[in-house]
Nanobody
Framework: VQLVEAGGGLVQAGGSLRLSCATSGMSFVSYRTGWYRQAPGNQREWVATIYSGGSTNYADSVKGRFTISRDNAKNTVYLQMNSLKLEDTAVYYC???????????WGQGTQVTVSF
């Protein structure tokens, strides 16, 4: 199983980025997928989740600014991040969770840095 994130980078406050997470080696539709992030010195925190049927949940800190989506045909999950703030700076990780077996898979992370 592989989860490969892409799309991170340096962006000015107020700008946008789109992260992607391409998965392989798994039955994508059997997994709930989501994004987490970890800033230096902080615990990893949950950002957003999307189920295979398309329902979504967001952390309050990103609600209204971030949009999670998935393409089941491409086995890929996305995170569109708008109106980025300095406090969004973190390494963003993709997660796939199989609710039946409680198995978790993680990507390697992609750095998002928001500057003045």
């Amino acid at each position: 199983v592989q989860l490969v994130e892409a799309g991170g980078g340096l962006v000015q406050a107020g700008g946008s980025l789109r992260l992607s997470c391409a998965t392989s080696g798994m039955s994508f539709v059997s997994y709930r997928t989501g994004w987490y992030r970890q800033a230096p010195g902080n615990q990893r925190e949950w950002v957003a989740t999307i189920y295979s049927g398309g329902s979504t949940n967001y952390a309050d800190s990103v609600k209204g600014r971030f949009t999670i989506s998935r393409d089941n045909a491409k086995n890929t999950v996305y995170l569109q991040m708008n109106s980025l703030k300095l406090e969004d700076t973190a390494v963003y990780y993709c997660n796939a969770h199989h609710t039946g077996t409680a198995t978790d898979y993680w990507g390697q992370g992609t750095q998002v840095t928001v500057s003045f």
